[in-house]
């Protein structure tokens, strides 16, 4: 055995030039399957976080009111409804118009406060510059905007206060992301509390509020069942609702979807297994060829045939191997630089999501045990057909 390795060893040297073609081919194709499987995974994990961190479990759109009371409202619940409420947000989210540059707009604009602030940064970073440190600094998409604004430029923003006048203030632009974590319509600017709170002369007054619940698995039904009492004690209280959505909601619409890219994976391996196990079929046919002599004179030195076959398998096994780790070595590669460079992949004009990659140790094995298992597929049949001939005749 130990000089049937040495054999493999000496050989995978020996024959460099179609250990080369090998290991770029393997290389290549486990990259390729690493991105889809990096992606997918990552679309899988964080869709569900991502719509509930935007928004929270049930969300409610009113005309502006006094958050106390909303509280007060919220107290009023059912015993069992307000013990299911983790956390209550409360903020503002409103369209302004942008003029600066010789550029105008209208956009969304919404705050970033200390209670929002980790789940915002939980998924977005700015492309260039930083998040507002200090007064008048303001954070501009470059997602889906006619304008295109730089790191210092400065812009106005036009709204009406809560009290309907019109009101602008002056910002310096201190950093530009891709997007807003799912809010705004995934390409809203962001501004400090303090300035919202300028901008709408009102600190108190908010026209977004949004609940987490403390269960993350319950059933539709006691979700609606909140969202509606609620809804119920707004127009008791006469205030206005605009609008109110539930994550539970949104993600089981999306079921569809999600189920999707949990088959990816699968699809991608259907597809791509023919398409790999041609090239390998053709490099193990073209080099068995041209190795004939070589296996004809191990056959005349007595080498039985499973062990010829092991011979040669082994060093094709080995060369898979060795292509298979550098091309997860590229995946990883590539997956720390498109985080390092906050790259965003934008599928239209309207929806758009960070490039980031999972990888997890159970792909690993699928994505090694694939690759050998092609190879395997291909390995004996070529060597058997030069082994059935007679040695040296053609």
């Known amino acids: 055995m130990m000089m049937l390795w040495r054999l493999i060893f000496r050989n995978t040297i020996k024959h460099k030039m179609s250990s080369m073609v090998f290991v770029l081919v393997f290389s290549i194709a486990t990259l390729i399957i690493y991105w889809f499987f990096g992606f997918f995974n990552y679309l899988i994990e964080n869709v569900e976080i991502l719509i509930r961190d935007g928004y929270g479990d049930i969300a409610f759109q009113i005309d502006y009111t006094d958050k106390n009371k909303i509280q007060h409202i919220i107290k009023n619940l059912p015993p069992e409804m307000e013990s299911d409420i983790k956390e209550t947000f409360f903020e503002r989210e409103i369209r302004v118009m942008v003029d600066g540059q010789d550029k105008s707009t209208v956009v969304p604009v919404i705050e970033m406060t200390e209670q929002n602030k980790n789940l915002i940064l939980k998924h977005i970073r700015p492309q260039y510059g930083q998040f507002p440190s200090k007064s008048e600094e303001i954070v501009v998409s470059s997602f889906n905007q006619s304008t295109t604004y730089k790191l210092g430029d400065d812009i106005f923003l036009t709204t009406s206060t809560t009290k309907r006048i019109i009101n602008a203030l002056k910002f310096r632009v201190s950093g530009i992301i891709r997007g807003s974590a799912g809010k705004a319509y995934g390409y809203g600017y962001i501004i400090s509390k303090h300035d919202m709170d300028l901008l709408l002369n009102s600190s108190d007054e908010h026209n977004l509020f949004y609940l987490f619940l403390k269960e993350d698995h319950r059933s539709a039904k006691e979700v609606t069942d909140i969202q509606n009492k609620i809804i119920d004690l707004l127009k008791a209280n006469n205030i206005t609702l605009q609008s109110s959505w539930s994550a539970y909601k949104t993600i089981n619409d999306q079921a569809i979807y999600f189920e999707v890219f949990k088959r990816m994976k699968l ?26 002599k070589e296996i004809w004179t191990y056959h005349s030195l007595g080498l039985q045939k499973y062990k010829i076959i092991l011979a040669i398998g082994g060093e094709y096994l080995l060369i898979t191997f060795i292509g298979t780790l550098i091309g997860l070595a590229l995946g990883e590669m590539s997956a720390l630089i498109a985080d390092k460079n906050n790259a965003w992949l934008s599928f239209s004009y309207t929806v758009s999501t960070a490039l980031r990659f999972k990888f997890t140790l159970v792909d690993y094995f699928l994505v090694s045990a694939f690759m050998q298992i092609i190879v395997i597929l291909w390995i004996e049949k070529p060597i058997s057909r030069i082994l059935k001939v007679p040695p040296f005749s053609f």
């Open 267 to 292: 699809i991608l391996l259907v597809f791509i297994f023919p398409l790999i196990g041609l090239v390998v079929a053709a490099i193990v046919w073209m080099y068995s060829y041209k190795r004939r």
